[in-house]
């Protein structure tokens, strides 16, 4: 069983930047996908960014490409979500999602068996 830990929300206004990070209870060699999604509210959760072992391979939605930035540390069982030109429809509680194998869906939310608690995002302006 996975244990991800979220961390680095907070408030900050429109144009601004934040980092998230995901703690992994385990060495993040043997999780193949890691991702970011999101849920606003009165929305449902939607996928924002994933990252293969290797970070070989990364996926964007169309709506942050460009201004988000999507990577892990294996050595630190780390993952990170830099996030730049923030804009208030950012706005969400974003969760952290783990799956240990290869995906043709990497961005379907049903294909990651671990999640985190979320950290909230408020962006403000």
């Known amino acids: 069983q996975v244990q991800l830990v979220e961390s680095g929300g907070g408030l900050v206004q429109t144009g601004g930047s934040l980092r998230l990070s995901c703690a992994a209870s385990?060495?993040?060699?043997?999780?193949?996908?890691m991702g970011w999604f999101r849920q606003a509210p009165g929305k449902e959760r939607e996928f924002v960014a994933a990252v293969s072992v290797s970070g070989g391979s990364t996926y964007y939605a169309d709506s942050v490409r460009g201004r988000f930035t999507i990577s892990r540390d294996n050595a630190k069982n780390t993952l990170y979500l830099q996030m730049n030109s923030l804009k208030s429809e950012d706005t969400a509680v974003y969760y952290c999602?783990?799956?240990?194998?290869?995906?043709?869906?990497?961005?379907?939310?049903?294909?990651?068996?671990?999640w985190g608690q979320g950290t909230q995002v408020t962006v403000s302006s």
């Open positions: 999602a783990a799956r240990r194998s290869p995906t043709t869906t990497p961005r379907a939310a049903r294909e990651y068996g671990y």
């Open positions: 385990e060495r993040t060699f043997s999780i193949y996908l």
